[in-house]
């Protein structure tokens, strides 16, 4: 298969390429998603996208910190570059794990500090800000959506229109061909013609691994399974770290195929990553289906 594709949608009056415009589609449907399920779980719209907004935030920041410093042989020379985010240059995980951490600080704002200045005299936040506007922020209408919210419920929502937004915005990283893999003379091995896509850069017209198509599979797989779970896995939060656990494995396997930095052991900045995810996910769900099934 040979792509062609110019990387850049246009380049004038600003730059657009094919992966940011992937990128903004693929978290639109996870937004749209998670808000038409939500529905039925008896969450509000407003904490859907409040909630986004931090997780969009976060997720853009990690993304780009995580690149950073998988490529900091590169930036601490170019540091200028850093903040060029149009050059391209984000990485997933950054994005997946900064942006969850994002989005559980809002919750956690939101609703315990809410509880803390409604049962108090006195919070960090009123004398911050002053008791008038502490308590239209923390009593307001926003305040009472979240009181009663469920982590864990919203987290398992998350999970599988996650997958979906990756599907789908994972398109332009296909298109851009700017993840570097390993050759191959397989025959689905994908072969980048246009001057500016990274893997021309790189390998000119040799065929390499197609493995974001192999991401895309991935979580594409991760979706149907995490669909079928619903209901079934319980408590709430488990079908979240259930994804985390198929992506974790998925991604340390697909790794060895792309050319990134080696950090340790032959081992990748990702593959790092996938273990660390693995060493909290697995116990989490193996002590939480313990307890559920002592509890039955």
Known sequence: ?????????FRDPIVLSWHGFFTFVGVGIAIYLIDRWSSKEEIDSDVIYSVALWVIIGGILGARLVHVIDRWDYYQDNMSHIYQVWRGGIAIY???IFGTLSGLSNIYIRKHLGLVYAGQ??????????????????????????????TGRLLDLVAPAMAIGQTFGRLGDVINGEHISSKTDLAWGVIYSHPDSGSFTFHGLNPSHPVIIYEMLLTAF????????????????????TYGIIYAIGRFFIQFMRLDSVWFAGLQEAHLISLLLLTICVPILALRATWTSRSN
Request: zero cysteines.
């Open 222 to 241: 991760a979706f149907i399974v995490l669909w079928n779970l619903r209901g079934r896995l319980g408590p709430p939060g488990m079908i979240f770290i």
């Open 121 to 150: 005299k006195q919070t960090w936040l009123k004398n911050l800000v002053g008791e008038k506007i502490a308590k239209g922020y923390l009593q307001g209408s926003m305040y009472a959506k979240f009181k009663d919210l469920s």
């Open 94 to 96: 950054g994005a997946l």
């Open 1 to 9: 298969m040979t792509i062609g594709i110019d990387p850049f949608i």
